[in-house]
């Protein structure tokens, strides 16, 4: 295996040791176990194995390395000039059967927000900061109380059903309105907003990216149109929608037309996917735990810290990329340029050097807020307030109906066939009286 080198100066700056630093461990001898149905439907096991053994370790000869403690993953974040932020890669399972590298087009739209790096960061940053200040955020509880219970009401009158709905309704009506979308349009918003880490999810089908492609195409398109449909005499302000601010942003060449549509197609999977991830985690724990729901009904001032917790134990996310930008080490172990990190979000959320009684759900937890979930540093999520309103409004309104909420028997709740998102996309419950 070729072998990278790291200069030690001992003394006399003229005089220097070549110290060889060795690659990182494997993950484990099955290279496609994070893959596995087993792996993504309970990967907190393996997390915890990772932490314990190999908290920086290599997936095979793919590439990608897993950063799984908090510690290293603080480190990472604060390394900006070794690792790149942006998304050019991600892991899937190859032909062969084993984990490999899906390369991806580089474009302007491809890097923006999250996925982009200073100064490009901050631009885009500085351009949506004004939609998600919490005056504004605030003022939109009104409208999705109105959808909660308008999406609530079927159900309870019911008795129950597929929950996935009310999940995901919601925070796709909640991107649409910040962008300035027709409300009507929410069927095409829901299920855009919910393929946005298809890509990411590691088990790809060849058909599964064709309808991907003709998906994005057709969403781009889309927002493209209501992009170019922004009056122009508009002069946007702190409550305009999005679009707007996006429309001046590229009238004063502060960004270019792709980028702008490139935001909006990520606000979708970010405000979209994540927080009806974060929405249905919350619900299967109240169905899963009669007690903890009626403490929440008696005490609703807990119901934030229900929130955080979940957000804590089961992050939407399980992860994010960084790219190794130059030859570097991280916990003495060599990384060189192209090499890629998973920043194992959900298993530093549960690290026993940081949290007292790591995998337990406590409501007594004094830094509630101090985890990974929405990242850290210059990438922490910019529509966190949002997440959090949204889920606290959604099981509010689930625990004013009296009857208990509880899981269904059959059929059984289905995680997303994902790596990366920790999605339900069926989340059969019912009400119980």
Not at 185 to 198: E, I, S, T
């Amino acid at each position: 295996m070729e072998q990278y080198y790291e200069v030690v100066y001992r003394g006399d700056a003229e005089r220097a040791a070549v110290t060889p630093m060795p690659r990182a461990p494997l993950y484990s001898k099955r290279a496609d176990e994070i893959l596995s149905r087993a792996a993504i439907t309970h990967p907190h096991t393996l997390y915890a194995q990772l932490r314990e053994h190999t908290p920086i370790a290599r997936i095979g000869d793919s590439g990608f390395h897993t950063v799984a403690t908090w510690p290293h993953i603080e480190e990472v974040l604060g390394r900006e000039d070794d690792f790149s932020a942006n998304l050019t890669g991600v892991l899937y399972l190859g032909d062969s059967g084993q984990p490999a590298c899906f390369e991806l087009p580089q474009s302007g739209s491809a890097t923006v927000i999250a996925t982009a790096d200073d100064p490009r960061h901050a631009v885009h940053r500085t351009l949506l900061q004004p939609a998600f200040l919490a005056a504004k955020i605030k003022a939109m509880e009104p409208l999705l109380r109105s959808w909660a219970s308008a999406t609530l009401a079927p159900l309870a009158s019911e008795g129950g059903g597929d929950f996935t709905a009310l999940a995901e309704q919601v925070p796709a009506r909640a991107v649409a309105h910040l962008l300035g979308l027709p409300q009507e349009d929410m069927p095409l918003h829901r299920q855009w907003a919910m393929m946005g880490g298809d890509i990411l999810a590691g088990k790809i089908t060849s058909e599964r990216l064709v309808y991907l492609a003709e998906q994005t195409t057709q969403m781009a398109t889309y927002l493209a149109a209501q992009l170019d449909a922004v009056p122009n005499h508009i002069d946007a302000g702190a409550h305009s929608p999005i679009l707007y601010s996006l429309a001046k942003a590229i009238a004063q060449e502060t960004i270019s037309r792709e980028e702008a549509v490139g935001i909006a197609i990520v606000l979708f999977g970010a405000g979209g996917e994540s927080t009806s991830a974060l929405i249905g985690s919350a619900l299967y724990r109240l169905a899963g735990d009669t007690e903890l729901a009626e403490q929440l009904r008696r005490k609703p001032a807990l119901i934030p810290l229900f929130i955080e917790e979940v957000i804590r134990l089961e992050p939407p996310f399980n992860f994010h990329y960084r790219t190794v930008r130059r030859a570097c080490t991280l916990g003495g172990f060599d990384l060189v340029p192209g090499d890629r990190l998973m920043l194992l979000w959900a298993a530093a959320n549960r690290d026993g050097a940081r949290f007292v009684d790591p995998d337990t759900l406590r409501l007594d937890r004094r830094h509630s807020r101090q985890h990974l979930s929405f990242g850290r540093g210059m990438h922490f999520c910019i529509g966190a307030g949002l997440a959090r309103l949204e889920a606290k409004i959604i099981v509010e309104t689930v625990l004013t109906d009296p009857r208990r909420l509880e899981l269904m028997t059959t059929p059984k709740p289905v995680y997303a066939d994902s790596i990366f998102v920790r999605r339900f996309e069926q989340l059969p419950l019912r009400f119980a009286d």
